[in-house]
């Protein structure tokens, strides 16, 4: 990966292409031809991607879309081999790495769907903070079709997002939800027309990224251990309060309410 300016080049080629837009970083999953489904490289190279955004200063949003009008297909049905347990397992944990990255990292991450985002595409998607889908896209488990339960954090996000019982009809039923229908159920955050996700999706992203970046990341921690009781969240919230307090976006903040201005946020 080479970065100019702002912007960041990867080879036609490359499983997850990284772009830089200002503080937003763009990762698109780019296996096309297989509606991007999470294959062994394209699962390692996302999970790198993203743990150098999350650890990149520069970077203070994440999108993450895939190529040629489908978000993400799901697993590789191809290297799932009956019998194999403990490799199975194996490679479900590495898959999980993406979803603990997309959940507990400390940068807000975007989700633009357009297509199908079936099975682990689905928990994909529901584990980015904000999700854009195009009226049309298409979200479904697919995970009973072959015997499986849904993973990549489903079961946490799904519930977390939309409730129970909407999970459960997602799950046990089947149902597949339209990008209209999601945002109507708490799946999808934003829904707009076929072939805008991608560029409503940057600019929410825009206007994250021109926020307190450090805020949002405490605040994203503690959303990711709810529910918790009381006492641990008002533990936390004070913890993560006080360090914000000696935060310069705070100082600019507080500065530009007396000032009667727009704040100016470096994520510092």
């Known amino acids: 990966m080479t970065t100019t300016g702002t912007t960041t080049e990867e080879p036609a080629n490359a499983l997850v292409l990284a772009e830089r837009r200002g503080a937003v970083l763009l990762l698109t999953l780019n296996e096309p031809k297989r509606r991007n489904a999470l294959s062994l490289g394209l699962r390692g190279a996302l999970h790198d991607r993203l743990a150098e955004g999350m650890e990149d200063a520069g970077v203070r949003a994440i999108v993450v879309t895939g190529a040629g009008g489908s978000f993400c297909a799901g697993g590789d049905i191809s ?31 975007v989700a633009a ?20 889908a195009a009226e049309t896209a298409q979200f479904v488990s697919a995970f009973g079709r072959i015997g499986l339960m849904p993973d990549m954090g489903a079961l946490w996000t799904l519930p977390w997002r939309m409730g129970p019982a909407p999970t459960r009809r997602m799950v046990f039923l089947g149902q597949s939800l339209s990008g209209t229908e999601a945002a109507q159920a708490g799946l999808a955050d934003i829904a707009c027309p076929a072939g805008a996700a991608l560029e409503v999706a940057l600019a929410r992203a ?42 310069e976006d705070f100082a600019e903040g507080q500065k530009a309410f007396f000032e009667k201005r727009a704040p100016v946020f470096k994520g510092a």
Request: proline letters at 4%.
């Open 79 to 109: 290297i799932m081999k009956p019998g194999e347990g403990i490799a199975s397992r194996d490679r479900v944990e590495r898959l999980q790495r993406i979803t603990r990255l997309l959940v507990g990292g400390p940068k807000v991450v």
């Open 206 to 247: 825009q206007e994250i990224a021109s926020g307190p970046t450090r805020a949002f990341g405490l605040a994203k921690s503690m959303l990711a251990r709810h529910p918790a009781s009381l006492d641990a969240a008002l533990r936390a919230e004070a913890d993560g309060q006080g360090l914000l307090f000696t935060s």
């Open 113 to 132: 769907v357009e297509g199908h985002a079936a099975g682990a595409g689905l928990g994909l998607a529901a584990a980015c903070d904000i999700v854009v």
